[in-house]
């Protein structure tokens, strides 16, 4: 399909972006995971060999992704939901344990994150929503609470794997897409007050997670303790300045600061790339966030269609995560557990950042070949 040469081809510049984020995540980790995976495997590399892994799955699942037309994901929107939320069922009880969270199911070769794969299908399934019910969304109360009500069910779900970050993002997918769709604004006052009050009362009935928010708030406080990741980031940071100290040359890596590889390594970037590395991946993720947003627009512009709910979501779920990550390896968020999309080590979160990639590089193709249906 990508191949064809009668008419326009893919979007070469969203596929370079994400090329050049997956060219610096092996970079990357290549510097970050090396104490870990000599201290753990025995081996320098371990970590990075199943990191290439994951990417060469990802890319895979990419290939597969940009093939099938967009019109066969929204026929199967709800299916692909309803399987993920059995995953999500399945992770609370057969799932992998790890820091106190229950995230994982383990398959052998790798391990699955289900909430990760959630994202995705709930791009989805609500652009399949938004797309199909759009007057209901618009006119009607209960357009507005069926969404909330399957939102808070799925919130119930991650919120006991611990899964904080993804419920946030997820969330703000959910109130993205119903907002471009014109729902009303006093519907968002409603909902915004019960999850603001919901979010309180799991900080403050929920001790680890009120001392995210206190360490967040004066991580020097106690630096040993619960501010010890958050000030061993920030030192990483400091230690970067401008131009950074050179790649390979992190002194964090080495086992001061933990999950150097995995959610901050954020701060790793920051400390071997300085500044301007950082503002050199941020200019990639913000580029794929416009691509995505534009892309969206451009054939919501027609109508309410699938494909440009779909665009926008993607665009709010790269959006969110670069947002959280980087907040939160910068200390101006509380913890939260998400990857830098495309960057971080993490095979579910690749997989679903590749496809997602290709995804908007199919929707780009189809607009271009006359394929969608813009009403």
């Given at each position: 399909?990508?191949?064809?040469?009668?008419?326009?081809?893919?979007?070469?510049?969203?596929?370079?972006?994400?090329?050049?984020?997956?060219?610096?995540?092996?970079?990357?980790?290549?510097?970050?995971?090396?104490?870990?995976?000599?201290?753990?495997?025995?081996?320098?590399?371990?970590?990075?060999?199943?990191?290439?892994?994951?990417?060469?799955?990802?890319?895979?699942?990419?290939?597969?992704?940009?093939?099938?037309?967009?019109?066969?994901?929204?026929?199967?929107?709800?299916?692909?939901?309803?399987?993920?939320?059995?995953?999500?069922?399945?992770?609370?009880?057969?799932?992998?344990?790890?820091?106190?969270?229950?995230?994982?199911?383990?398959?052998?070769?790798?391990?699955?994150?289900?909430?990760?794969?959630?994202?995705?299908?709930?791009?989805?399934?609500?652009?399949?929503?938004?797309?199909?019910?759009?007057?209901?969304?618009?006119?009607?109360?209960?357009?507005?609470?069926?969404?909330?009500?399957?939102?808070?069910?799925?919130?119930?779900?991650?919120?006991?794997?611990?899964?904080?970050?993804?419920?946030?993002?997820?969330?703000?997918?959910?109130?993205?897409?119903?907002?471009?769709?014109?729902?009303?604004?006093?519907?968002?006052?409603?909902?915004?007050?019960?999850?603001?009050?919901?979010?309180?009362?799991?900080?403050?009935?929920?001790?680890?997670?009120?001392?995210?928010?206190?360490?967040?708030?004066?991580?020097?406080?106690?630096?040993?303790?619960?501010?010890?990741?958050?000030?061993?980031?920030?030192?990483?940071?400091?230690?970067?300045?401008?131009?950074?100290?050179?790649?390979?040359?992190?002194?964090?890596?080495?086992?001061?600061?933990?999950?150097?590889?995995?959610?901050?390594?954020?701060?790793?970037?920051?400390?071997?790339?300085?500044?301007?590395?950082?503002?050199?991946?941020?200019?990639?993720?913000?580029?794929?966030?416009?691509?995505?947003?534009?892309?969206?627009?451009?054939?919501?512009?027609?109508?309410?269609?699938?494909?440009?709910?779909?665009?926008?979501g993607i665009g709010l779920l790269f959006?969110?995560?670069?947002t959280i990550n980087i907040g939160v390896?910068?200390?101006?968020?509380?913890?939260?557990?998400?990857?830098?999309?495309?960057?971080?080590?993490?095979?579910?979160?690749?997989?679903?950042?590749?496809?997602?990639?290709?995804?908007?590089?199919?929707?780009?193709?189809?607009?271009?070949?006359?394929?969608?249906?813009?009403?």
């Amino acid at each position: 399909m990508m191949a064809q040469r009668s008419g326009p081809g893919y979007d070469r510049a969203l596929f370079c972006a994400a090329a050049l984020l997956m060219l610096v995540s092996v970079v990357l980790i290549a510097s970050a995971s090396v104490m870990e995976s000599k201290s753990l495997y025995g081996s320098e590399f371990f970590l990075l060999k199943k990191h290439v892994a994951s990417m060469c799955v990802a890319l895979g699942a990419a290939f597969v992704t940009a093939m099938v037309p967009t019109r066969i994901w929204q026929r199967y929107a709800m299916h692909m939901l309803l399987l993920n939320a059995l995953l999500l069922v399945l992770v609370l009880v057969v799932g992998r344990n790890v820091n106190e969270a229950r995230r994982w199911i383990n398959l052998g070769v790798f391990n699955v994150q289900p909430a990760e794969f959630m994202k995705l299908c709930w791009i989805i399934y609500f652009s399949s929503f938004a797309s199909r019910k759009i007057e209901e969304v618009r006119t009607k109360i209960k357009g507005f609470l069926k969404p909330m009500v399957l939102l808070a069910v799925v919130a119930v779900l991650l919120l006991e794997e611990p899964d904080f970050g993804s419920c946030v993002v997820i969330a703000a997918i959910c109130m993205g897409i119903l907002w471009i769709a014109g729902s009303p604004i006093i519907y968002y006052g409603m909902a915004l007050s019960a999850l603001a009050a919901a979010g309180i009362f799991m900080v403050v009935t929920q001790p680890y997670r009120l001392r995210r928010v206190t360490s967040f708030l004066d991580p020097w406080a106690d630096q040993f303790g619960a501010g010890y990741q958050l000030t061993q980031s920030l030192m990483a940071f400091g230690r970067g300045g401008l131009t950074g100290q050179g790649l390979g040359n992190s002194i964090q890596k080495l086992g001061y600061l933990p999950e150097a590889h995995t959610d901050f390594v954020t701060a790793i970037l920051g400390e071997e790339a300085g500044f301007i590395g950082m503002c050199v991946v941020i200019a990639l993720e913000f580029f794929i966030v416009v691509k995505s947003l534009r892309l969206g627009f451009g054939i919501l512009k027609n109508g309410p269609v699938f494909q440009g709910f779909v665009s926008v979501g993607i665009g709010l779920l790269f959006c969110m995560q670069t947002t959280i990550n980087i907040g939160v390896a910068s200390g101006a968020l509380p913890t939260k557990g998400l990857t830098l999309p495309l960057v971080s080590f993490g095979g579910s979160s690749m997989i679903v950042c590749c496809s997602a990639v290709a995804v908007l590089l199919r929707i780009d193709f189809e607009l271009k070949h006359h394929q969608i249906d813009l009403g």
